[in-house]
T-cell receptor, first 113, second 114 residues
């Protein structure tokens, strides 16, 4: 089955700096890659996703890039703010087989004011 | 208006007990899920139901039994609780069959087995 690895496990940045979180996946059949943000005491929320037919997608301060050849994708947050502090999860979903999302192990991002 | 609501938020119980967690979604979604998040924050799917029909049943001990009385509800019953069952359990839903769709999560139930 799919195996998603995520790095780093913790990340601290100064407010206003950029943050980058990287993930790799193993199954070349995966073609959907969402990112979820989990704030303290809450469930994860989708913040952005990308499909394998595009290499990059942006939504205001967040962007995701995908390299299908290398099987890795990254989340970029620019001009970080304290409210960006949370745990971020990447995930991958194969286009065939059981309908399932395989999550990475999470990155705890702390934005220091 | 909470989209996916689960109760209770906290559940503390002794080993060997039986407990249930309830989940309801008011989004009109067709598919509901249970996810388990362990102490290291790892999220793993346990079950999914589409219109009351079991779709995904990952390798979960048969002490865990999901029940879906209708497509808006998916409850999780756990028999003979063990220490290793301690985790946060999240209910979630997707609009359609779930394939590569946005997951809407509840706020979680923190289960502590003593």
């Amino acid at each position: 089955g799919e195996n998603v690895e995520q790095h780093p496990s913790t990340l601290s940045v100064q407010e206003g700096d950029s943050a980058v979180i990287k993930c790799t996946y193993s199954d070349s059949a995966s073609n959907y890659f969402p990112w979820y943000k989990q704030e303290l005491g809450k469930g994860p929320q989708l913040i952005i996703d990308i499909r394998s037919n595009v290499g990059e997608k942006k939504d205001q301060r967040i962007a995701v890039t995908l390299n299908k050849t290398a099987k890795h994708f990254s989340l970029h947050i620019t001009e970080t703010q304290p409210e960006d502090s949370a745990v971020y999860f990447c995930a991958a979903s194969p286009q065939t087989g059981a309908n399932n999302l395989f999550f990475g192990t999470g990155t705890r991002l702390t934005v220091i004011p | 208006d909470t989209a996916v609501s689960q109760t209770p938020k906290y559940l503390v119980t002794q080993m060997g007990n039986d407990k249930s967690i309830k989940c309801e979604q008011n989004l009109g979604h067709d598919t509901m899920y249970w996810y388990k998040q362990d102490s290291k924050k790892f999220l793993k799917i346990m079950f999914s139901y589409n219109n009351k029909e079991l779709i995904i049943n990952e390798t979960v001990p048969n002490r865990f039994s999901p029940k879906s009385p209708d497509k808006a509800h998916l409850n999780l019953h756990i028999n003979s609780l063990e220490l290793g069952d301690s985790a946060v359990y999240f209910c979630a839903s997707t609009k359609g069959g779930g394939r590569q769709e946005k997951l809407f999560f509840g706020s979680g139930t923190q289960l502590s087995v003593l």
